[in-house]
């Protein structure tokens, strides 16, 4: 792989975006653009508070995986 290509990847590793919703009803994780969740999580989102679950079908975005897993343990536990 060449240098420039590798180092193109790298930048786009850490600027990645995660995303916090929903997902047929359950919460789920998305990365960057994609439009496939990478992790779905055994939560449904009906077992939430009315104003969690209202955030997450508007999407929550962390921009660091430090504040993932904050957001992650703050709506799933």
Same mark, same amino acid.
Request: aromatic share 6%; glycine share 6%.
């Given at each position: 792989?060449?240098?420039?290509?590798?180092?193109?990847?790298?930048c786009?590793?850490?600027?990645?975006?995660?995303?916090?919703?929903?997902?047929?009803?359950?919460?789920?994780?998305?990365?960057?653009?994609? $439009?496939? $969740?990478?992790?779905?999580? $055994?939560?449904?989102?009906?077992?939430? $508070?009315?104003?969690?679950?209202?955030?997450?079908?508007?999407?929550?975005?962390?921009?660091?995986?430090?504040?993932?897993?904050?957001?992650v343990?703050?709506?799933?536990?």
């Amino acid at each position: 792989m060449k240098k420039k290509h590798l180092s193109g990847l790298l930048c786009l590793a850490l600027t990645a975006v995660y995303l916090l919703g929903i997902h047929e009803g359950k919460v789920a994780l998305w990365r960057g653009d994609d $439009p496939e $969740p990478l992790k779905v999580f $055994p939560y449904s989102a009906s077992s939430l $508070p009315e104003d969690a679950r209202k955030q997450l079908e508007a999407g929550v975005t962390a921009n660091s995986l430090k504040e993932l897993r904050q957001l992650v343990e703050d709506y799933l536990s």
